[in-house]
């Protein structure tokens, strides 16, 4: 499966941004689905995933309460709703996939997206 992200940008701490990711070339609704952030001199982080039929999900702390992630899987394609973004946000965002069982390390997705970039202003 190729998976293509898209809706990073600048925005002012305290905004909002929608990243999407664009699935084909698989049977998207088989793929277990999560988002992870790099900033620059870090490990690439966890962020939140989200199981086949999309009934269950999972935050990292940090984004828990502002960040939703959620799938049409009619549109293969997954989403990442970020409301009250702080600068410390600011990384380059990528999607995953796996189609077994996938939880919070990298490791354990075998499809990646080429990412897009989230920078948040103080």
């Known amino acids: 499966v190729q998976l293509q992200a898209s809706g990073g940008g600048l925005v002012q701490a305290g905004g909002s941004l929608r990243l999407s990711c664009a699935a084909s070339g698989g049977t998207f609704s088989i793929y277990r689905m999560g988002w992870f952030r790099q900033a620059p001199g870090k490990e690439r982080e966890f962020v939140a995933r989200i199981r086949r039929a999309g009934g269950s999900t999972y935050y990292s702390d940090s984004v828990k309460g502002r960040f939703t992630i959620s799938r049409d899987n009619a549109k293969n394609t997954v989403y990442l709703q970020m409301n009250s973004l702080k600068p410390e946000d600011t990384a380059v965002y990528y999607c995953?996939?796996?189609?077994?069982?996938?939880?919070?390390?990298?490791?354990?997705?075998?499809?990646w997206g080429q990412g897009t970039q989230v920078t948040v202003s103080s």
């Open positions: 995953a996939a796996n189609n077994d069982v996938a939880y919070t390390d990298p490791v354990e997705y075998r499809y």
